[in-house]
């Protein structure tokens, strides 16, 4: 079940403490991330801070075609501070943006997304939605680096299955191959079926008492944990930490399609 608004804006808030934490605790800024190669930990901490700032911008500009040109701006001129305290200052300040931002038009405001609207609303609560998962995986990027990473939290992960299915991967650009279904198992005993065909991509809850049996099973199937699940998803953990049954090269025909709407 998708999170409350109230919950969504609790979690970015922990999970960019969490953030910050990790940054602080590093011993050098230049240190290259393991799940993105071409980034260090500043890199990263930059991105993730101007994407508060990015997102804070077009939720208060509200609906529109594109993205608002100030908000575009912005950041390509964005340069955060070095010194660690005041990166940490840069960063907290960054996160009480967003919030701000969404708090004061709270969760069904429209606004420009990148993502379909096929399944995932272009508002504010959307933009809720996916930055929680933003940052906790680039939680997890930091946490990585230093060595010491840690499982997303339950809730995060379990609404984070459906929020990478629904936004990241719904589309009605039509699948250019051969129609096929792709089964996500949690073993908190959630489970999600992404339906590939012309009509495009789109993703729905399964029976916990059914899902991957009889005649519908999927092509392809996925178990793991929900934050285990996630972190595939996001390709930050290899095919060999979760277990796949079925015909894995579809796996890599989805991984690979950049569908055009």
């Known amino acids: 079940m998708t999170l ?5 804006l609790r979690l970015i808030d922990e999970r960019s403490i969490a953030f910050r934490g990790a940054v602080a605790a590093a011993p050098d800024l230049d240190a290259r991330v393991p799940t993105c190669p ?11 801070g101007g994407g508060d700032r990015f997102w804070a911008t077009l939720v208060a500009a509200g609906p529109a075609d594109a993205p608002a040109a100030e908000a575009v701006a912005e950041r390509a001129a964005l340069v955060a501070p070095r010194e660690p305290e005041a990166l940490s200052a840069w960063l907290a300040e960054s996160t009480q943006l967003l919030l701000g931002a969404l708090r004061a038009v709270g969760p069904d405001a429209g606004c420009w997304t990148w993502w379909s609207a096929a399944q995932s609303p272009p508002t504010s609560g959307g933009v809720a939605r996916h930055r929680v ?11 990585l680096t230093l060595g010491a990473p840690r499982p997303l939290p339950d809730a995060v992960a379990l609404d984070g299955v459906d929020e990478f299915l629904s936004t990241c991967c719904a589309t009605t650009a ?7 279904t792709f089964d996500f198992h949690a073993t908190e005993g959630a489970s ?11 993703s729905d809850r399964l029976p916990t008492t059914t899902a991957g049996e009889g ?7 996925v178990h793991g944990t929900a934050g285990e699940l996630i972190l595939f998803m996001y390709d930050r953990i290899p095919a060999d930490a979760v277990r796949i049954d079925g015909d894995a090269g579809l796996l890599d025909l989805l991984r690979a399609w950049e569908p055009e709407e």
Do not use: I, M, N
């Not at 409350?4 to 969504?8: A, G, P, Q, V």
């Open 133 to 143: 998962q933003e940052t906790a995986v680039h939680t997890y990027d930091v946490q």
């Open 4 to 8: 409350e608004f109230s919950d969504l």
């Open 38 to 48: 071409e980034w260090t930990l500043f890199d990263l901490a930059q991105h993730l």
């Open 192 to 202: 999600w079926r992404l339906t590939v065909d012309g009509d495009g991509a789109r």
């Open 215 to 221: 005649p519908d099973a999927a092509g392809v199937s």
């Open 174 to 180: 039509p699948w250019p191959h051969k129609p096929a």
